[in-house]
Nanobody, 123 residues
Framework: QVQLQESGGGSVQVGGSLRLSCAAS????????MAWFRQAPGKERELVSV???????AYIQSVKGRFTISRDNAKNTLALQMNSLSLEDTAMYYC?????????????????WGQGTQVTSPH
């Protein structure tokens, strides 16, 4: 059984930083494409960043230069380092795992999801 468990969310002042982590079980982080999504109240879930198995990361324009996605193969975890947080970053953040090498990047293209962790800024 696959489980993805996010942690690290919280409330932070504008300009602050948070580091989200996603612990995977029954799913190999190193051999799959994974992503972080977010969903603000009243808005659709949107892709924030994707980490391909081969080829490196990609980010939406609004977080480029502020967010960094990474994986720790030894711990089987995915992380999202978020710096210079703004009000627009306030959302529930979800870790997602693909089984299709991220050939498409809509929410429906990801098979496995965590329960989400809330990020709120400004505090």
């Amino acid at each position: 059984q696959v489980q993805l468990q996010e942690s690290g969310g919280g409330s932070v002042q504008v300009g602050g930083s948070l580091r989200l982590s996603c612990a995977a079980s029954g799913y190999n982080v190193s051999s799959n494409c994974m992503a972080w999504f977010r969903q603000a109240p009243g808005k659709e879930r949107e892709l924030v960043s994707v980490l391909y198995r081969v080829g490196g990361p990609a980010y939406i324009q609004s977080v480029k230069g502020r967010f960094t996605i990474s994986r720790d193969n030894a711990k089987n975890t995915l992380a999202l380092q978020m710096n210079s947080l703004s009000l627009e970053d306030t959302a529930m953040y979800y870790c997602a795992g693909s089984i299709s090498a991220c050939l498409s990047l809509g929410p429906g293209d990801f098979t496995y999801w965590g329960q989400g962790t809330q990020v709120t800024s400004p505090h």
